[in-house]
Nanobody, 127 residues
């Protein structure tokens, strides 16, 4: 059984920080590209960040570049999204997802063709 689970969401003030975690059960995340996505109320889902499994290269949406950082902790079989300088427009449900192809091609695809998805964690940025 393959399960992804997000944690770390909650309420933050503008300019604050949160760290989201993605934990895998049933497989080793080191061998999968892992993407973070978000969906705000009334808006379409968008890609936030992705980390490749083959070389560790990372990708970021223009809206979060310089503020968010994606990373792996192989020993814990976990991927993180460090979110700094949060803005109200960052408010959304955040999802992690795994792509067996390794290169973040699913993250880059128009339909976000990822193999497994978590159920999401809500991030609210408000004063």
């Amino acid at each position: 059984q393959v399960v992804l689970e997000e944690s770390g969401g909650g309420l933050a003030q503008p300019g604050g920080s949160l760290r989201l975690s993605c934990t895998a059960s049933g497989f080793t995340l080191d061998y999968w590209a892992i993407g973070w996505f978000r969906q705000a109320p009334g808006k379409e889902r968008e890609g936030v960040s992705c980390i490749r499994s083959n070389d560790g290269s990372t990708y970021y949406a223009d809206s979060v570049k310089g503020r968010f950082t994606i990373s792996r902790d192989s020993a814990k079989n976990m991927v993180y999204l460090q979110m700094n300088s949060l803005k109200p427009e960052d408010t959304a449900v955040y999802y992690c997802a795994a792509d067996a192809f390794q290169s973040c091609s699913g993250y880059m695809s128009s339909q976000f063709d990822m193999d497994y998805w978590g159920k999401g964690t809500l991030v609210t940025v408000s004063s």
